[in-house]
């Protein structure tokens, strides 16, 4: 079994900074891919960005230029850095593992931008 453990989010006022981590524990020997997901009230749970094991990323349009991923292979853990935040970048947040052929989903975090 593998475990996703997410932290850092909050409320933060538009423009401004906040970093997402996440930690994945368990029956782990590699990682595949890593990665965000968002999901705002309403709407459908989408793909913010993610990383393989290689440190290959893909991006989201919308939040290409502000939000930065990153991971540690060794630590099995992917964070998000996200800055300039917009109030549509309110969502909960959730973090993504992909390995055994399997996906792994964390709680969620939520985050809102708001004034």
């Known amino acids: 079994q593998v475990r996703l453990v997410e932290s850092g989010g909050g409320l933060v006022q538009p423009g401004g900074s906040l970093r997402l981590s996440c930690e994945a524990s368990?029956?782990?020997?590699?990682?595949?891919?890593m990665g965000w997901y968002r999901q705002a009230p309403g709407k459908q749970r989408e793909l913010v960005a993610s990383?393989?094991?290689?440190?290959?990323?893909t991006y989201a349009d919308s939040v290409k230029g502000r939000f930065t991923i990153s991971r540690d292979n060794a630590k099995n853990t992917v964070d998000l850095q996200m800055s300039s935040l917009k109030p549509e970048d309110t969502a909960v947040y959730f973090c993504n593992a992909y390995l055994y052929g399997l996906n792994f989903w964390g709680q969620g975090t939520q985050v809102t931008v708001s004034s």
């Open positions: 368990g029956n782990i020997f590699r990682i595949n891919f």
């Open positions: 990383i393989t094991d290689s440190g290959s990323t």
